[in-house]
């Protein structure tokens, strides 16, 4: 599992968004978007960290931290 803090999240359209971006990546079975605290996790088999961070920041989003 991986943790992502995600800036530039504000409503629930960025919430799809995000999951999107991240559920079609190979490997990842859920994703989880926690609004309030910019929070992402992902569930999945062999994620890496530049592949997730570059999903999410193709749609605009910033990659803070990753867990």
């Known amino acids: 599992m991986k943790k992502l803090i995600v800036s530039g ?3 629930s359209h960025c919430e799809k968004s995000v999951k999107e971006a991240l ?3 190979k490997g990842v079975k859920n994703v989880n978007v ?3 605290t ?3 996790t992902v569930e999945g088999d062999n994620l890496e960290d530049t592949v997730l961070k570059d999903a999410v920041e193709s ?3 910033d ?3 990753i867990e």
């Open 63 to 65: 990659v803070d931290s």
């Open 9 to 11: 999240m504000t409503c």
């Open 23 to 25: 559920g079609n990546l």
């Open 38 to 40: 910019k929070v992402v």
């Open 59 to 61: 749609i605009g989003f």
């Open 34 to 36: 926690d609004l309030n």
